[in-house]
């Protein structure tokens, strides 16, 4: 009988080994796991530590796209802010989910602060950065700089031979007069992009586009009456400034429309406005909650 019992203790020995083992884990899964109180707090911390890194990187690429002066760079800081922002949403669902596991009021009534600030850091975020990669002030800037000097370069030059060519002892003649009177116009409207690109007010930019019309109109009108008065040696120089002033004014309306776009001006006024205070309170809330959870790990400890 003794026999027969140890033969069934000896065939039931792996199953209780088995067992015991898997109680033994159980318990060490508790103490040194996710239930472990210490180590949940440090967890917090832990990733509340990332998530403020990431928040700075995602503030600090975001600034860089719009300061940045090509599309390539702006695209390019543009990946970065939205891949910061992504790891920051990526930290805040995992501490989450301990939170409301844990259910501590104080510490749930900051991460839902910090849920509301978040929230708008994100739209605002998204706001900016696909204004600041359009980049449309520059582009402005860029084409009036070039193809848009380079007109007026053409323009003015047709009209100097046309002066020189009618002018005899120091004294004007009417082409000379008109050639003046349309050279002034074209230099004016020119001179009228900057203010318009730089400039932020709607209202103020309705007054620069009412001035660039009254001075192509007086420009289209002594060009006319240059066609008409116009020497046959004079043809080719007159064809040419009448191409270049046309080609120049289908830049200007270009350069109008993008201007008015004003994307560079709006997303740094957003970026370093209400995105600068949105940020800022951000970083404040995760620093508040980050000493709660600290102080909870402490009391944890003793």
Known sequence: MEEETT???????PWILTFT???????FSYYRGSHNPFVIEFIKDDLLSTMRIHLLEATEAEKNAV??????ESENFT???RQAADAVESSRKKIEGIILQENHPQETAIFNKFNICWSQFRKLDETILALATQNTNLKAQKISSTQGAQEMERFEQ???RLIHRNTSNNRCNKTVMLSYEALTA????FSLHKPHIEEADDQEMDKIEQSIKTYDESARQALESLHNIANPSDSEDMKNAEAAYEQFMNLTGEILRLSRMNTNIKSAELSLGKKRLISSQCQEILASLQETVRAQRSKATR
């Open 7 to 13: 033969k069934k203790f000896y065939v039931f020995l």
């Open 21 to 27: 083992l898997f109680g033994a884990l159980a318990v």
């Open 67 to 72: 300061m940045a002066i090509t599309d390539e």
């Open 79 to 81: 990946v970065r802010a």
């Open 158 to 160: 047709s009209l100097n």
């Open 186 to 189: 074209g230099l004016k409207i």
